[in-house]
């Protein structure tokens, strides 16, 4: 595909950025069924809910990664092509908490930039922030792809800059899919959601009889890219199948003795910061650290409607 000619304006979309675009198109990305290999730690046919040792041992320090994203805007750009191309504007937010102790935030990284196919689009100032353009592939989910590896270069560079000053048996768990970021060290993806059941019913029934503080056995599973997996249930769920469970992973290319380190390990240590459903609706799955760090992060991500009229301003004055 050649690429898009210069801009010579921005045009925002009048839509509300929660409810998508005009068009009716969806930012969305979809995702392909899993390859599994369940027979890692022990044969598929013997699975059962597994509770660490008690003197399994812990980290001396322990990292929480998140970050969030808000599409500030939908834009179109115009060039000299006839027709317009779509693009959006977002603001972005890392953080990381360190426990060793006691919690505390120890970075905040925000972002703002302006994500278009268009290789040669240029800076949009507003009053009150400015958004680097940032060359995207075309189409809703190369935008929306856009943001993510974006997030994910802000995490990564946080976390390098920050573990340089711990001991080496610190623990980083990165709030969601460990995609784009598999290659840290000492670290596991937390994933509190569950969009699909990627488990055969065998070890599903392992699964949805997890007592609080247990784990299933470590599997293999491969979408796109492959991870080492594992569930682990907390406490303080409804009683529900699924309820209080949720997945962690780490790389594929760890020894099997190492990954199975990291499931005790986590498994051990995670109970102890569930949240509690009077302070979080996402308990106990958002733990307290994340949920802490998520309102800062939320926070500095600054006012929505504030920031939207100052690009549809920005946007007309370019025009001009």
């Given at each position: 595909?050649?690429?898009?000619l210069a801009?010579?304006?921005?045009?925002?979309?009048?839509?509300?950025?929660?409810?998508?675009?005009?068009?009716?198109?969806?930012?969305?990305?979809a995702?392909?069924?899993?390859?599994?290999d369940?027979?890692?730690?022990m044969?598929?046919s013997q699975?059962?809910?597994?509770?660490?040792d008690?003197?399994?041992?812990?980290?001396?320090?322990?990292?929480f990664?998140?970050?969030?994203?808000?599409?500030?805007?939908?834009?179109?750009?115009h060039?000299?092509?006839?027709?317009?191309?779509?693009?959006?504007v977002?603001?972005?937010?890392?953080?990381?908490?360190c426990?060793?102790?006691?919690?505390h935030?120890?970075?905040?990284?925000?972002?703002?930039?302006?994500?278009?196919?268009?290789?040669?689009?240029?800076d949009?100032?507003?009053?009150?922030?400015?958004?680097?353009?940032?060359?995207?592939?075309?189409?809703?989910?190369?935008?929306?792809?856009?943001?993510?590896?974006?997030?994910a270069?802000?995490?990564?560079?946080?976390?390098?800059?920050?573990?340089e000053?711990s001991?080496?048996?610190?623990?980083?768990?990165?709030?969601g899919?460990?995609?784009?970021?598999?290659?840290?060290?000492?670290?596991?993806g937390?994933?509190?959601?569950?969009?699909?059941?990627?488990?055969?019913?065998?070890?599903?029934?392992?699964?949805?009889?997890?007592?609080?503080?247990?784990?299933?056995?470590?599997?293999?599973m491969?979408?796109?890219w492959?991870?080492?997996?594992?569930?682990?249930?907390?406490?303080?769920?409804?009683?529900l199948?699924?309820?209080?469970?949720?997945?962690?992973?780490?790389?594929?290319?760890?020894?099997?003795?190492d990954?199975?380190?990291?499931?005790d390990?986590t498994?051990?240590m995670?109970?102890?910061l569930?949240?509690?459903p009077?302070k979080?609706?996402?308990a106990?799955?958002?733990?307290?650290?994340?949920g802490?760090?998520?309102?800062q992060?939320?926070?500095r991500?600054?006012?929505?409607?504030?920031?939207?009229?100052?690009?549809?301003?920005?946007?007309?004055?370019?025009?001009r």
């Amino acid at each position: 595909m050649t690429a898009l000619l210069a801009p010579t304006a921005y045009t925002i979309d009048p839509w509300d950025p929660s409810y998508g675009v005009a068009t009716g198109e969806e930012l969305d990305g979809a995702r392909s069924d899993a390859v599994l290999d369940v027979d890692i730690e022990m044969p598929g046919s013997q699975w059962r809910g597994i509770t660490p040792d008690p003197g399994v041992s812990l980290p001396s320090t322990v990292w929480f990664l998140d970050g969030v994203r808000r599409i500030d805007a939908h834009l179109w750009v115009h060039s000299s092509d006839p027709e317009p191309v779509q693009g959006l504007v977002a603001s972005l937010a890392a953080g990381l908490v360190c426990c060793n102790g006691a919690a505390h935030v120890t970075d905040v990284k925000v972002d703002r930039s302006l994500y278009s196919p268009v290789e040669s689009a240029a800076d949009l100032t507003t009053s009150h922030a400015k958004y680097v353009a940032r060359h995207t592939k075309i189409g809703p989910k190369g935008l929306i792809a856009g943001v993510q590896a974006r997030l994910a270069e802000l995490e990564a560079e946080m976390s390098a800059t920050w573990r340089e000053q711990s001991p080496g048996d610190d623990l980083l768990i990165v709030d969601g899919p460990l995609h784009g970021r598999g290659s840290l060290p000492r670290t596991v993806g937390y994933v509190k959601t569950h969009h699909k059941l990627y488990l055969q019913p065998e070890q599903i029934k392992v699964v949805v009889a997890l007592e609080p503080g247990q784990r299933t056995p470590v599997f293999v599973m491969g979408t796109k890219w492959e991870r080492h997996s594992w569930y682990v249930r907390l406490p303080g769920g409804a009683e529900l199948p699924w309820s209080a469970v949720v997945r962690l992973e780490c790389s594929r290319d760890l020894p099997i003795e190492d990954v199975v380190a990291l499931a005790d390990m986590t498994t051990a240590m995670l109970p102890a910061l569930a949240s509690t459903p009077h302070k979080d609706p996402r308990a106990p799955q958002n733990l307290v650290p994340i949920g802490g760090l998520e309102r800062q992060l939320r926070h500095r991500l600054g006012d929505a409607a504030l920031l939207y009229r100052s690009l549809r301003a920005a946007a007309r004055r370019a025009g001009r």
